[in-house]
């Protein structure tokens, strides 16, 4: 019972003092902090990607792998802010970067044929490790530069980072507490319905405080978007921590990493942004009819 007393404590805290030095990053609009804090949270994770994979025998191409992240998180920050022509040239970006990344993996393997086991699972799971955190993590800093919005950007991304984390609490502090029916016992043993509705119970009432309570801030986010877009959050936040479930029960461990103190890695603490951020990414295009 004190073990798992601790263990709360230390979640709790862990995740008060990283999302806290973000959110006041956010709230202060210090943008190269917050590219910064994304780069290393975005990179770190797929470190730990890899490692899992590398721990059930695969070869993992992973300088390959670090080089496009890095590429990717530098080339929006430089689209959006240094060069001249805009963010209009940075789809023909990603295009280079993507058919770059391939042609390298595939040099790797042809390079190194006789030396791999099994050189098509490397790329692909080379690729998926980038795609699935480096790819998916961009989006929150898509958002952080996103223009034309009728709101702060920082504001977009103070909701989504406090919507998906509130959500993530609900779920383990109801399912903790309450849960006795399995969700899907053969994915997480632990995950229960009870918590999933507690998740989005929290993420609702966090849609609907946040643009009351920092009104000022969320000036020009309607109040009815917040709290529909909240419920959906809440959901897809949940299928994204199931879905990290996946990658950490396919290679038998309990977390990603041991970096965080109660939580485990960087990959367990940003599970549910991977897909959160991206949904309200696109809510952003389709709503004020952005070009990405």
Request: charged fraction near 15%.
């Amino acid at each position: 019972m004190l073990k798992e007393e601790s263990s709360f404590y230390s979640r709790l805290l862990s995740s008060l003092v990283l999302w806290g030095v973000i959110l006041i990053a956010l709230l202060f609009s210090l943008k190269i902090l917050e590219m910064i804090i994304f780069m290393c949270f975005g990179l770190v994770a797929q470190e730990e990607f890899y490692r899992m994979q590398q721990a059930k025998g695969h070869k993992i191409f992973r300088l390959a792998g670090f080089t496009a992240a890095f590429c990717l998180y530098l080339g929006i920050w430089f689209f959006q802010n240094v060069h001249a022509v805009g963010y209009s040239f940075y789809p023909f970006f990603e295009q280079i970067l993507y058919f770059g990344l391939l042609t390298i993996l595939f040099g790797q393997v042809i390079w190194n044929w006789d030396k791999l086991t099994n050189p098509i699972a490397s790329i692909a799971l080379t690729l998926l490790g980038f795609f699935y955190v480096a790819f998916l993590f961009s989006f929150l800093e898509r958002i952080s530069f996103c223009k034309g919005l009728p709101f702060n950007a920082d504001a977009a991304l103070f909701y989504i980072i406090s919507v998906t984390k509130l959500s993530d609490t609900g779920a383990f502090l109801i399912g903790k507490n309450f849960g006795s029916h399995l969700l899907i016992p053969h994915v997480s043993p632990k995950k229960t319905w009870e918590g999933l509705g507690g998740g989005i119970f929290f993420s609702f009432l966090a849609g609907t405080f946040l643009p009351i309570g920092f009104s000022k801030f969320f000036v020009g986010f309607p109040l009815i978007d917040s709290i529909l877009l909240s419920v959906v959050i809440g959901i897809i936040g949940a299928v994204g921590d199931l879905a990290k479930s996946v990658v950490k029960r396919d290679a038998h461990v309990k977390d990603s990493g041991h970096v965080i103190p109660g939580i485990g890695g960087l990959l367990d603490l940003i599970d549910s942004l991977l897909l959160s951020g991206p949904f309200f990414y696109f809510y952003c295009l389709f709503r004020y009819h952005l070009y990405p």
